[in-house]
């Protein structure tokens, strides 16, 4: 089994200047040394691309120097990582511009042989589907190791792995043997094995929860210092404020703000950015709406019954008449509108857990140690309990064990107070509807023929096109969505729609693995919204287990840290994340990025 485990503060220091040990991953960036010093390494002015004559990114400028870290932030379908394929010619789309250079080269004129000496070798890439990004059939060791050998540059892999925060054992391991988390860290780590001039991560800590993060962060950071450049994608703020030396925001193809990263983030101008920067649930409390509707351009009452979060056509204009390229111009004011007031759940403490684990172990088919050991919890009415630690803690163990999905080696669980995980499966089955699952990846719950009428009317468990209606608007989606399949919808929908599911067996208790981790920031912040007010309307008890401090400090009542399988601290949320007793506790909460 590897071991995926994070080293604790003390024996992470060399990491954070991006060395693992007496080997350092992090080379002297030759090629990049070699290049004009003043020359950018990116430099794309009028980037257009387009799908069938459909422009999706319109005119966008962007510059890259040496030693220097753009930040590309916005919303799924602003074309983000259509632009990051333009600049490796990867978008399968038609790509023009009046100049576009990339490490040197004119990349309007590269050929498909051209590009294939320049990516990996002198451009690594960062692709958001870790799995998908992988060679299903080989060792991710041999993965990483071949940028390298192609490029004729001597590598470490060992030292390189741990960089990353691997074990070098997991180099055997084919990536269906890895975790998410795992998967990412790998393909970081096949990134920089080259010693690349230029590093484009797209979403590259989205499966990471807060230590690993902040161990990935500081090693793209470090390569910047040590000379590279960087255009780092993310829907995350708060990293970006950590990585990055400027930031542009882009929204319908367009860039509509940019400048550095700490005047724009302070003081957004564009309507975009100041949405962006609301959704950031860490300084906000429980009980606040992160996003209310007439702060939202386009989200009030009646586009929230239209599915407020589907991308806008391409070529509508931007929100609000936001003009497109817009320069952010530091020391003009401009900040959020004020959050709405959200009355706090009313879940009274004390009474009768509706949800109890009581010294609960769990152990793996086959594992020689258990993955949770003697863990308690304990859940009511109206509240929101939260679950946190890093990959491979136990957390999604800890909450399947709760739904009775996977069995329990010693302790026990009680559902509304009686027995649950000793009852037989034909007998827990009366009751499951007293439980919902919601979980990270809702497409890949969903049978992928039916369409989302059908999907809730299998979850009814009757024809009731009226129930479904009902299902439909209280998570704010049109009726019509009832005939759409869920690939046509946009990720938070997709997940309006699993909580639609979850919310057809009139449940007592809701089970959230991670259930905004994917999402952009703004549409993660509805998610959060539309939780808390389903909690309010019918009371319902929440476990939420996330790897985010921000999305956990904002919606839990109480809090349940996991290090190792075993539950080390807990508590209220706001007493345990302020003064924490336990280090690891602390570690998690010094390594979340923050807009501030």
Avoid: Y
Avoid at 343 to 365: C, D, F, K
């Amino acid at each position: 089994m590897v071991d995926d485990r994070v080293p604790r503060a003390r024996d992470r220091g060399g990491w954070r200047g991006g060395h693992a040990g007496r080997a350092s991953p992090l080379r002297p960036l030759g090629r990049a040394r070699r290049c004009q010093v003043n020359a950018p390494i990116v430099h794309a002015r009028g980037l257009r691309v387009a799908f069938d004559g459909v422009e999706v990114v319109r005119g966008i400028d962007l510059s890259i120097a040496p030693g220097t870290c753009l930040a590309l932030v916005g919303e799924s379908g602003s074309g983000k990582s259509v632009t990051a394929r333009a600049l490796v010619g990867l978008t399968g789309g038609s790509v023009s511009a009046e100049e576009l250079r990339v490490v040197g080269a004119d990349a309007l004129s590269l050929s498909e042989r051209a590009w294939r000496s320049v990516r990996g070798r002198r451009v690594g890439t960062v692709l958001q589907d870790a799995l998908g990004s992988l060679d299903p059939l080989r060792p991710v060791g041999r993965e990483v190791a071949d940028a390298a050998r192609l490029a004729g540059v001597p590598l470490d892999l060992p030292a390189l792995l741990r960089s990353v925060g691997l074990d070098p054992a997991a180099a055997s391991r084919r990536p269906d043997e890895l975790s998410g988390g795992m998967r990412q860290r790998a393909l970081i780590a096949a990134a920089l094995a080259a010693d690349p001039e230029l590093v484009i991560a797209d979403e590259p800590t989205t499966a990471l929860d807060t230590t690993r993060q902040a161990v990935v962060l500081s090693l793209l950071r470090a390569r910047v210092e040590a000379g590279g450049a960087l255009l780092f994608i993310t829907h995350d703020l708060a990293a970006a404020r950590r990585v990055a030396d400027e930031v542009a925001i882009m929204d319908d193809g367009r860039i509509v703000e940019r400048g550095p990263v700490g005047s724009v983030l302070a003081a957004p101008m564009s309507a975009e950015g100041r949405r962006l920067v609301a959704s950031v649930p860490w300084e906000r409390p429980r009980g606040e709406r992160l996003l209310p509707d007439d702060a939202v351009p386009g989200v009030g009452a009646a586009a929230r019954l239209a599915g407020g979060d589907a991308e806008r056509p391409v070529g509508a204009a931007p929100a609000n008449g936001e003009p497109g390229g817009g320069e952010h111009r530091p020391g003009e004011a401009g900040h959020p509108a004020g959050p709405a007031a959200v009355v706090p759940s009313s879940g009274e403490a004390g009474g009768t857990p509706v949800l109890e684990l009581r010294e609960v172990t769990i152990r793996h088919r086959g594992a020689d140690a258990p993955t949770v050991v003697g863990a308690s919890l304990r859940l009511e009415r109206g509240r929101t309990l939260g679950l946190v630690g890093e990959s491979g803690s136990g957390k999604s163990t800890l909450l399947r064990a709760a739904a009775g999905l996977v069995p329990i080696e010693a302790g026990e669980v009680l559902l509304g107070g009686e027995a649950w995980s000793a009852l037989p499966e034909r007998r827990r089955r009366a009751r499951r509807r007293e439980q919902a699952m919601i979980v990270q990846d809702p497409l890949g719950s969903f049978e992928p023929r039916w369409s989302v009428g059908r999907i809730l009317t299998d979850a009814l468990g009757r024809r009731d096109a009226s129930a479904v209606r009902g299902l439909l608007e209280s998570v704010h989606l049109s009726a019509a969505v009832a005939d759409a399949h869920p690939r046509t919808l946009s990720g938070g929908q997709r997940q309006r729609v699993a909580i639609a599911r979850a919310l057809a067996v009139e449940p007592s208790v809701l089970l959230c693995d991670e259930p905004v981790s994917a999402l952009d920031a703004s549409v993660q912040a509805r998610v959060l919204d539309l939780l808390d007010e389903l909690q309010e309307e019918r009371g319902l008890a929440i476990l939420l287990v996330s790897h985010d401090l921000g999305v956990i400090r904002h919606a839990s009542d109480n809090l349940a840290v996991l290090d190792g399988g075993t539950i080390v601290e807990s508590g209220p949320t706001e007493a345990v994340l302020a003064a924490p007793r336990h280090p690891f506790t602390r570690e998690l909460i010094d390594a979340a990025p923050r807009l501030r």
